[in-house]
Structures are given as structure tokens and as C-alpha cells.
């Protein structure tokens, strides 16, 4: 029936990667096991089992070569950062007060017609407006873009989720964030920067959290390499004034003495919700052995560091004018579409067998 030795097992691996981890159904609907690799792999004949071990040698030879890229994309990003950071320390002037900006610098014309073709009901309606604040209170000139990194915390979901009531008044004070990447020759590494002015909560002027990263294949699976990856993070002491740390609280518990019957209040600290507990995070254990708590928490805590270096630090002014949050948001409505399409059980699809088993 088989002219080809090899039908059978291409066959088999097309079927098994069009039903990608949901392994295979037999013809009663009832789910088989799912077929490994490797079965797959000790079902060719030995010349051809032969030939794709040297494939796999290379594939590993490929990995170590994208490794070095993505290191050498590192040094750019160093490169570039030191260009970048003239204008993103102007930014930070301007945020807190330090510069006024021109009238020339100031010029923006937006692309955005609803925003230019204001209906004229709505100007008048806002310049009465205007009038009567300007009756009921004095004339206000604010410094520089008061809360502006507040702001950008409290409209991004990623970051509010964090932010406490308590942590509001702290953030108030902070004027830059920065990222720094490392030095040449030392292990891959950023480091995020809070830059905060003076304030009655804590005596440190710049708050760091450290990302120590790699960008080498797994020696056990070195296929499974997409790029550089967050290996661990480290924070730093906060000095914080006697009284003004939000990261703990104070509770009283009141205690009976089991032979003198007297009760006595104890008072202790218990850990308090606070974004501040982002500059004492979860430690990866060495061994890699953590519990799935621990693990979803450090995974979250790397995310958010990436999410600062890539998106908050870069395009900080469009999070917090919300245009930033609109592209956000286009982009995981794209992701979710394809996530449906990906989820679609429907007929079998040669073409996507042919795909599946090419990456294999």
C-alpha cells in the first residue's frame, strides 16, 4: 500500500500537528494521548533518523549564533539610549518645571479632524465656561505638568493595578524614570531608574530596580530560544521616614495570659499592599524549584519591567495623554482575533499541517 517508507510517519506527524497539544481522535470522538516527538521521531528509518540529528546540530549552531545577535542588539540599544537620553532629560525638565518651553517648541498641529473642527456651540460653550472660572478664582499658572507620572500609573491597567491610595501622594514627587542599560563587557542587564524630588516619605533621591538578563539557549533545550529573557531582578532599600511606610502596616492584637487571665495588646507590622513592594521582589530561586505562586509573581514583576524599558520610558507623554493606550488596545484586539482564529476546531487544513510540521 506504502510505496514510500517514509508516508506513514509524515502522515502521522501532519494529523498530529494539525490538532496541535490536543493530540488525536480516535473514530469514537474519545481523546487518545497526545503523540511525542520523540515516538514520532523512533518511528523513522535509522538513515533518515540519522540525517535529522545533524539537522538538530545545526539548528543548535543556528541558536548560539541568534544569541550573539541579540547581544550585539544590546550594545545598539546602548548605543542608542545615550542618544535619546538629551531628549528625555529636556522631557523631564519641562515635566517638572525646570525649562519653559518656546512658543516655537510648543507648535503641534494634530492629524485628528474631530479634534480641529470643534462644532462652534461647544467653543462658546467652553470659552463662557473658561470666563467663569476665571471670575470665581484667581488666575493659576501651575509648574511644569503637575502628576504627570501619576497620571501615566493610573491609566495604564498594568500599573494601576498596583497603586494604592496611600502610594498616590509619594508618586506625586516623582519626576523621571529612566533606563539604564549595562556597561560593555558586563553580564546583559537594565536597570530602571525613579528619580524622585525631595518629599516627606523617604530620604533616597532615586529609587533602582535591576533585570539581569540572558541571551543564551538552554543547555537542555536549547529550542526552545526565542531571544533574550529576564532571568532575575533586584530592587533596592528604601529609607523610608519613621511612620511613612506604606508597605507595612501597624495592627493591635489582643492577647489573654492562659494562667493569669490578664489580656495585653501586642502591636506588630504585617505587609501592606503598596507599589513600593516593586523594589523588593520575588528572588528566582537558584535551583529553579518555586511554587506556582511565586512563580506568576516573579513572571508578572519581569513583565512590568519590560513593559517600563519598551513602552512607559520611550512614549511616556502618549500614555499620558491616553494615545498610547489606544494603540495598546488595538493591538490586543488583534491579538485576541487571532487567538479566535487559532481556536477554531474546524476541518482538517492541509496547509496548516504543512506549517506545524515545518517548524518541528
Not at 162 to 183: C, N
Request: glycine fraction near 4%.
Amino acid at each position: 500500500m506504502w510505496d514510500d517508507p517514509l508516508k506513514p510517519v509524515l502522515m502521522l506527524l501532519f494529523c498530529w500537528a494539525g490538532k496541535g497539544d490536543q493530540g488525536m481522535q480516535n473514530p469514537s470522538g474519545q481523546m487518545d494521548r497526545p503523540v511525542s516527538f520523540h515516538f514520532l521521531e523512533s518511528m523513522l528509518p535509522k538513515a533518515v533518523k540519522r540525517r535529522v540529528h545533524a539537522l538538530k546540530r545545526l539548528q543548535v549552531q543556528c541558536a548560539n549564533i541568534e544569541a550573539k545577535f541579540y547581544e550585539e542588539v544590546h550594545d545598539l540599544e546602548r548605543k542608542y539610549s545615550a542618544l535619546y537620553q538629551p531628549l528625555f532629560d529636556k522631557r523631564r525638565d519641562i515635566v517638572t518645571g525646570t525649562v519653559e518651553p518656546t512658543d516655537e517648541e510648543c507648535e503641534w498641529h494634530s492629524d485628528r479632524e474631530e479634534e480641529e473642527e470643534l462644532a462652534e456651540e461647544v467653543k462658546e460653550k467652553a470659552a463662557i465656561e473658561d470666563a467663569k472660572k476665571e471670575e470665581a478664582t484667581p488666575e493659576e499658572d501651575p509648574k511644569g505638568i503637575p502628576e504627570f507620572w501619576l497620571t501615566i500609573f493610573k491609566s495604564v491597567d498594568m500599573l494601576s493595578d498596583m497603586l494604592q491610595e496611600h502610594d498616590e501622594p509619594i508618586l506625586k514627587h516623582l519626576k523621571d524614570i529612566q533606563v539604564k542599560f549595562s556597561e560593555p563587557g558586563q553580564p546583559m542587564s537594565f536597570t530602571l531608574e525613579f528619580h524622585f524630588e525631595p518629599n516627606g516619605y523617604f530620604n533616597n533621591a532615586v529609587l533602582t530596580k535591576v533585570y539581569k538578563m540572558k541571551s543564551e539557549p538552554d543547555a537542555s533545550d536549547p529550542f526552545s530560544f526565542e531571544g533574550p529573557e529576564i532571568i532575575d531582578c533586584e530592587g533596592c532599600q528604601i529609607d523610608w521616614h519613621k511612620g511613612k511606610d506604606v508597605t507595612v502596616k501597624t495592627i493591635k492584637k489582643k492577647q489573654k495570659h492562659k494562667g493569669r487571665g490578664t489580656v495585653r495588646t501586642v502591636t506588630k507590622q504585617v505587609p501592606n499592599d503598596s507599589f513600593f513592594n516593586f523594589f523588593n521582589p520575588v528572588k528566582a530561586s537558584p535551583d529553579g524549584e518555586m511554587d506556582e505562586d511565586s512563580e506568576f509573581t516573579l513572571a508578572t514583576d519581569f513583565e512590568i519591567g519590560h513593559f517600563f524599558r519598551e513602552r512607559i520610558v520611550p512614549r511616556a507623554v502618549l500614555y499620558f495623554t491616553g494615545e498610547a493606550l489606544e494603540d495598546d488596545e488595538s493591538v490586543s484586539e488583534q491579538d485576541e482575533e487571532g487567538d479566535e482564529d487559532e481556536d477554531d476546531d474546524g476541518d482538517f487544513d492541509p496547509k496548516v499541517c504543512v506549517l506545524s510540521f515545518s517548524c518541528i
